[in-house]
């Protein structure tokens, strides 16, 4: 999977759009994906430790601009695991109150990469949160602004063919035209493999029940809806 995201279309673009330091960004999210699913499956000092060098590492490789694509779905998957342990723990030890116990330690592990991130990448983040009062994007975006590269629904086809709505190199792209803002072909060039969908499509289909299945599948569907 993580072979095929860097060989796909989106890393493609985003190298032919001259956005070479946003792909440092990306480079580092599976290994921040793995990092927390270690933790959640173990929660200890040493993986906490090794989950706060990985996203402090992937602040470094960019500042904060993509940060959205890991710090909110690395959150969501940490308290949802941190949801099924507790229910796990409470029928495991006949009440909810003694399942506490794991959720603190994960929580504290939680707390230690959070401040093991912060202290690695600390020479971006304070500047910037100096900074970012007196920025452009100081009181926010507006819908217009927040929605302006909203994933128009015919870039879908891209997912099952690279050239499905032509490409931007060789100036074929044509799904612009239909957009209010601005449909940038680099950013909906979804194209990673036939292979890779089928396997997406497989996981949900006969590993349903496991935790990280269902989780990434309603990643997916709340990432497309949204």
Do not use: K
């Not at 946003?22 to 290994?31: Q, T």
């Not at 941190?82 to 506490?100: D, F, I, K």
């Not at 909906?188 to 996981?203: H, I, K, T, V």
């Amino acid at each position: 999977v993580c072979s095929s995201d860097l060989l796909s279309g989106f890393m493609i673009g985003h190298l032919y759009a001259g956005h070479l330091l946003e792909l440092g960004v990306i480079a580092w999210m599976p290994w921040v994906f793995l990092a927390a699913h270690r933790l959640l499956d173990q929660p200890s000092p040493r993986r906490a430790l090794w989950l706060g060098l990985a996203a402090g590492l992937q602040v470094l490789a960019n500042g904060l601009g993509f940060l959205v694509f890991t710090i909110y779905p690395v959150a969501a998957l940490l308290l949802t695991g941190a949801l099924v342990e507790w229910r796990r723990a409470g029928r495991t030890h006949g009440g909810r109150g003694a399942a506490w116990a794991p959720i603190r330690r994960l929580l504290a592990a939680c707390a230690l990469a959070v401040v093991v991130a912060l202290g690695l990448s600390a020479v971006i983040v304070l500047p910037f949160a100096q900074s970012l009062a007196w920025s452009i994007r100081a009181g926010g975006l507006d819908y217009g602004g927040a929605s302006a590269v909203s994933l128009l629904p015919a870039a879908l086809l891209m997912l099952f063919s690279p050239n499905a709505v032509g490409t931007g190199p060789d100036n074929s792209y044509w799904l612009d035209q239909f957009s209010l803002h601005n449909g940038y072909w680099h950013e909906f060039a979804l194209y990673m493999g036939l292979l890779p969908l089928l396997a997406a499509a497989a996981a949900c289909l006969y590993c349903r029940r496991t935790p990280a299945v269902r989780f990434y599948a309603w990643l997916a569907l709340a990432g497309l809806v949204l």
